[in-house]
């Protein structure tokens, strides 16, 4: 439980920080989050052990062998490391480089550090922006903090990285309109860490046609995903090469064959959380400028499509890698000063208030829920490995569980 508690420490004390330094202590807390990776190695049932030994394998490879993986022999890799070599190419690189350093921990810590980092960034930009008071920040930050499954992050590595980039860019892409050639290059990375960038990109594309007349449209289509899209995959297939191709067939495997792997189901506390986002966003598209229109209409579109996927529970449940950062900022607006009444662009009245009043309160007490939830079940997976002695005595790489 050292983790989580930690987590709650930093959180609070952040109430202590005089305002104009609070931007500085969010960055520091990133850091401080990620560096408890370090003391964190896993036995081999693990999924960050898995990703540790594809951390190994890169290691094995000279710097010609990783760019040119069709014109050198690779020798004994592992199956799921050749598959990370030709599908994701920009992970296997950064995979490579904490190889050679010798510190295969280094990678799930530049990961986590990403994902907290570009988080409480977003909550310092948008403080700045509607001068926030200083309580109100302290929520926003408290909520991201515990929001975030550790656990999660540190096993899956490459979708949670994918979410805080993607959500950090559509952002500014946007609602800030600001850095748009950074943003598209920001896009066209994401399919090199994570076949799940394509979905992004595809939504993001769908916004260019996302007005009030082909909303609803949009909406149907992407509630009905498992049903439609796979039969388009099919017909796309033959046509598509490279990592477009693996990914679709990916996605075709997932809708087609895949049904709740493991005894695996749907989150019902994830389902709820989903719910309240999209309930709040639908009710705070219409205040908001053109600008945050789209941006809650690309929110509103993930949902569909991750309930399209409740018979697939594996994507489901990873659809909160991008719903919680895209979906803080709007939750950060509600509760700013005066309930966030001046980011809207129209007249408030009470009754509306207290909707958007109730609606963060549930979102605030399901995020704390599942905070505790996660702590009874989730990060006492944890507690073995939770220690520098532990490290020192088992810090070694086997051969995985997969392979026994």
Known sequence: MLIPFFILVISFLSLFVPPHKFKHYMYISAVSIAFFVFFIWPDNGFDLYRNLLIVNDMGKLNVFQLLHIDSFPLGELLPESLQHLKSYPLYSFISWIAAKLGIYQLLPACITFIVYFLAVKRIG?????????????FICFFLTLISYNY?????NLRHP?????????FYNDVVEQKGKLVCYFIYI?????????????????????YNRYTKWPIIVSLLGANYIFPPIA???????SGILNMAIEKFIRYTSFRQNIGGMHVSTKLAILYLIILFIVLVFEKQLSFQY??????????????????NQSDIFNRMEFILLPLGIPIVQELISQYGGYEVFHTNFNLKKARIYQLSVLCFF???????????????MILEPYTSIDYFMQNGNLEDPWWNE
Do not use: W
């Open 365 to 379: 007490i399901v995020v704390v829920m599942n905070f505790f939830i996660a702590c009874k079940k989730d990060y």
């Open 161 to 169: 990285l994918v979410g805080a980039l993607f959500s950090y860019a």
């Open 189 to 209: 990375m994401l399919p090199l860490i994570h076949s799940i960038g394509f979905l992004f990109i595809a939504l993001r594309l769908m916004l260019i046609f």
């Open 125 to 137: 930009e948008i403080s700045k922006k509607i001068n926030q008071k200083h309580f109100a920040a």
């Open 293 to 310: 229109y789209k941006y809650c209409g690309l929110i509103i579109c993930t949902i569909m499509f991750a309930f399209s996927m409740t």
């Open 151 to 155: 656990l999660f992050i540190i096993s």
């Open 234 to 240: 099919h017909m796309i297939l033959p046509y598509t």
